[in-house]
């Protein structure tokens, strides 16, 4: 699973999305495509403690499917 809260970190200090991809091990598209989606949904670091990384997940990706009624 992609460190989504490391990404940010790593934004939040300056590092170029090339580095923060190889940083990680991941794409630089997805550095891009993840600090893209939380600038739209004001999402920053440092984050609070109490916030999980499936929590981060979720903010930024919301799952598409239907929840039962």
């Known amino acids: ?3 989504y809260r490391e990404i ?3 934004s939040s200090l300056g590092l170029n ?3 923060i991809a190889q940083s990680i091990g991941c794409s630089r598209t ?3 495509q993840v600090l893209n989606i ?3 949904k004001r999402i920053s670091y440092p984050l609070p403690s109490d ?3 499936r929590k ?3 903010l930024l990706f ?3 499917k239907a929840k039962p009624k």
Do not use: F, G
């Open 62 to 64: 919301p799952s598409t």
């Open 8 to 10: 940010l970190r790593l």
């Open 17 to 19: 999305k090339t580095q």
């Open 1 to 3: 699973m992609t460190n």
């Open 38 to 40: 939380a600038e739209e």
């Open 51 to 53: 916030v999980s990384d």
């Open 56 to 58: 981060i997940s979720e």
């Open 30 to 32: 997805t550095v891009i």
